[in-house]
C-alpha cells in the first residue's frame, strides 16, 4: 500500500532564503508525481507534475525533483517571498496508469518571515 | 474561466440526514475525483471516475455514493450523515491522457459539518 509522507510537518523560515520541502513514498511503482499549494480555505493548485520517467521540473522559482528508487520528491524554492506563505502538499499517482489512485502527503504547512 | 464548481460551498447536516454534492467542470475532462481532508491527514480518494457511466471506489469509500450520469457532472451522495464525515469535501477533474496533461485541477470546497 503506497504511503506519502511530508516531513516537516511546519516550516518557519525568514524572507530570501531558498528552502527545500520534501515528499517520500514507500512504493516506487509511480505513474506520476504532483506538487500542489493550498491557502488557508481554498482549494488545491497544482504547481508541478513530473512523469516517473523525468528526474525534474522547473516553473519560475520551483524546482521538483523525483528520485523513484530512493522514494523521494524536492520541492526547491528560491528567493522565498511572503506570498509563498502556503500548504504545499505532493501526491503520488500510483501504478502505471494515468487512471490509477492517487495518494496525497499530509502537506507542509510554510510561513515566510518578512 | 469556471473550471471546477462545487456546490454548496458550506452545509450544516444533523446525523441521519442525506445530502448531495455536486461538482461540475467545464474542461471536457474524463477523469473526475472526489475527496475530503480532515486536520493532519492530507486528502484522501474517496471515489472516482474515468468516463462517463463509470465509478470506482477510493481509500476511504464507505458512507458515501457517487454517480456520473452526465461527462461533466459527479455528484457525492451521503445517505445518512454521521459526524465523522464531518470534513472539507474537494473535487478534482483531469484529463485522461499521458503526460501534463493529467493534472488535477480542484474545486474550492465544500465545507461540511454534521451535528
Known amino acids: 500500500k503506497q504511503e506519502v509522507t511530508q516531513i516537516p510537518a511546519a516550516l518557519s523560515v525568514p524572507e530570501g532564503e531558498n528552502l527545500v520541502l520534501n515528499c517520500s513514498f514507500t512504493?516506487?511503482?509511480?505513474?506520476?508525481l504532483q506538487w500542489f499549494r493550498q491557502d488557508p480555505g481554498k482549494g488545491l493548485t497544482s504547481l508541478l507534475l513530473?512523469?516517473?520517467?523525468?528526474r525534474e521540473q522547473t516553473s519560475g522559482r520551483l524546482n521538483a525533483s523525483l528520485d523513484k528508487s530512493s522514494g523521494r520528491s524536492t520541492l526547491y524554492i528560491a528567493a522565498s517571498q511572503p506570498g509563498d506563505s502556503a500548504t504545499y502538499l505532493c501526491?503520488?499517482?500510483?501504478?502505471?496508469?494515468?487512471?490509477?489512485?492517487?495518494?496525497f502527503g499530509s502537506g507542509t504547512r510554510l510561513s515566510i518571515r518578512p | 474561466n469556471a473550471g471546477v464548481t462545487q456546490t454548496p460551498k458550506f452545509r450544516v447536516l444533523k446525523t441521519g440526514q442525506s445530502m448531495t454534492l455536486l461538482c461540475a467542470q467545464d474542461?471536457?475532462?474524463?477523469?473526475m475525483y472526489w475527496y475530503r481532508q480532515d486536520p493532519g491527514m492530507g486528502l484522501r480518494l474517496i471515489h472516482y471516475?474515468?468516463?462517463?457511466?463509470?465509478?470506482a471506489k477510493g481509500e476511504v469509500p464507505d458512507g458515501y455514493n457517487v454517480s456520473r450520469l452526465k461527462k461533466q457532472n459527479f455528484l457525492l451522495g451521503l445517505e445518512s450523515a454521521a459526524p465523522s464525515q464531518t470534513s472539507v469535501y474537494f473535487c478534482?477533474?483531469?484529463?485522461?491522457?499521458?503526460?501534463?496533461?493529467?493534472?488535477?485541477?480542484f474545486g474550492a470546497g465544500t465545507r461540511l459539518s454534521v451535528l
Open positions: 512504493d516506487s511503482a509511480i505513474y506520476n
Open positions: 471516475s474515468v468516463g462517463e457511466g463509470t465509478t
Open positions: 513530473i512523469q516517473s520517467s523525468q
Open positions: 501526491a503520488v499517482r500510483s501504478g502505471y496508469s494515468s487512471a490509477s489512485k492517487i495518494i
Open positions: 474542461m471536457n475532462h474524463e477523469y
Open positions: 478534482a477533474s483531469s484529463y485522461a491522457s499521458d503526460l501534463a496533461k493529467n493534472i488535477q485541477y
